[in-house]
């Protein structure tokens, strides 16, 4: 069983900046075998994939925020980041880390809100 916290959410004025984090509870062993991700959903809204990274540090983005958000990670600390500069209202929403391993096992964290504006 994987267990994801997020953290560094908050309220930020349009073009800013925000740095979420996410921590695993994962053997090492096992972190080099996941794929990490984050998505979010707005009120009223289905989740969507932000971004995406395998373990040898691919990265993928959604269209919507390619430029803007930067994802990494760091296996030795199992964990994820994302690192949200120019900031815009529709990207508030609740941020979830999510965890994908090669048998298919998917794991969400709790989630971390993120509200822009001014």
């Known amino acids: 069983q994987v267990q994801l916290v997020e953290s560094g959410g908050g309220l930020v004025q349009p073009g800013g900046s925000l740095r979420l984090s996410c921590a695993a509870s994962?053997?090492?062993?096992?972190?080099?075998?996941?794929?990490l991700g984050w998505y979010r959903q707005a009120p009223g809204k289905q989740r969507e994939l932000v971004a995406t990274?395998?373990?040898?540090?691919?990265?993928n983005y959604a269209d919507s925020v390619k430029g803007r958000f930067t994802i990494s990670r760091d296996n030795a600390k199992k964990m994820a980041y994302l690192q949200m500069n120019s900031l815009k209202p529709e990207d508030t929403a609740v941020y979830y880390c999510?965890?994908?391993?090669?048998?298919?096992?998917?794991?969400w964290g709790q989630g971390t809100q993120v509200t822009v504006s001014s």
């Open positions: 990274i395998t373990s040898s540090g691919n990265p």
């Open positions: 994962i053997s090492i062993f096992e972190i080099f075998r996941v794929r």
């Open positions: 999510n965890a994908l391993s090669l048998s298919g096992n998917e794991y």
